[in-house]
């Protein structure tokens, strides 16, 4: 039931909320109806925006020059990047998924 109650108060905070995807198409994925919710949490996508996606296990950039790149890689070879995101025009959705890849590999550093 716990579960049910937090389904239902996430559609009703989320739903109708327009968003963009990596083309920059505007969509509405949050929509009080099965087939719809089923379709998001099924899909490869790590943020709401499809700016990163999961290949292989990973998540990976799926935009700009590092498209189809390892985000954490990324973040190695070009710290910069993280730096370049946080501070663009980027959902907030997307910077906290950024945020949880970075904090994840630098917890696997240690």
């Known amino acids: 039931m716990a579960t049910y109650h937090v389904l239902n108060a996430q559609i ?3 739903e109708g909320r327009e968003i963009k995807d990596a083309e920059g198409k505007t969509y509405v994925p949050i929509q ?9 949490t099924a899909s490869d996508m790590v943020d709401l925006a ?3 996606v999961m290949k292989n ?4 950039f ?5 498209k189809n790149k ?3 890689e990324v973040f190695k070879s070009d710290p910069s990047y993280y730096d370049w995101m946080m ?7 997307t910077k ?6 970075k904090l994840r590999g630098a917890l696997n550093k240690k």
């Open 87 to 93: 501070k663009g025009d980027f959902s907030l959705d």
């Open 50 to 52: 499809g700016r990163m």
């Open 96 to 101: 906290r998924c950024l945020t949880q890849i």
């Open 62 to 66: 799926n935009f700009g020059k590092y």
């Open 32 to 40: 009080n109806d099965v087939q719809a919710l089923h379709e998001l």
């Open 12 to 14: 009703a905070r989320y």
């Open 70 to 72: 390892s985000v954490e």
């Open 57 to 60: 296990g990973s998540e990976v």
